[in-house]
């Protein structure tokens, strides 16, 4: 008996230190946005929808943090670094046969390099639907923009 109390303690100290150091913030949404958002969690590949939303959170919040893309946003970020692969390629095996390179294909192939980053950062950074979601709510809650513009207000003043 005296085993099975210390592993019972030892699982409630456990959990004490656990909600000591972490915070759970409960949201509601209707069955249809509810639906929509175990669709795109199980779609992406994520265990459930808190998973799901805090990536996406995480996403918006800092640039580092990516979610996965949507598949049209994936297959244009593919055809887009493939275009510009081929370019970069066709640059340097010019520059290799004539041993120069005029400043206009320089800057040409900068532009590509820049719109291609641009690219990358928009479909990556982006998380799928979340902001359609949070608009969809908005219009549909409008009393809610006040909650959310103060706390967007009150978290931006804690991180400047």
Do not use: C
């Amino acid at each position: 008996m005296k085993d099975n109390e210390k592993k019972r303690e030892q699982r409630r100290e456990a959990k004490r230190r656990y909600r000591a150091r972490t915070r759970t913030f409960g949201l509601i949404y209707s069955i249809e946005e509810a639906t929509q958002l175990e669709a795109e969690a199980n779609r992406y590949g994520f265990k459930g929808v808190p998973q799901y939303l805090k990536a996406s959170i995480s996403s918006l919040r800092n640039s580092t943090s990516y979610v996965v893309p949507k598949d049209t946003s994936l297959r244009n970020l593919i055809l887009s670094l493939r275009k510009a692969g081929g370019n970069i390629n066709q640059v340097v095996r010019y520059a290799h046969e004539r041993h120069d390179i005029s400043p206009n294909d320089i800057a040409k192939l900068i532009g590509q390099l820049s719109e291609m980053e641009a690219s990358i950062k928009e479909a990556l950074t982006l998380p799928p639907n979340i902001i359609d979601v949070l608009n969809e709510h908005l219009n549909r809650y409008p009393e809610d923009r006040d909650k959310l513009m103060t706390w967007l207000n009150d978290y931006q003043n804690t991180t400047d």
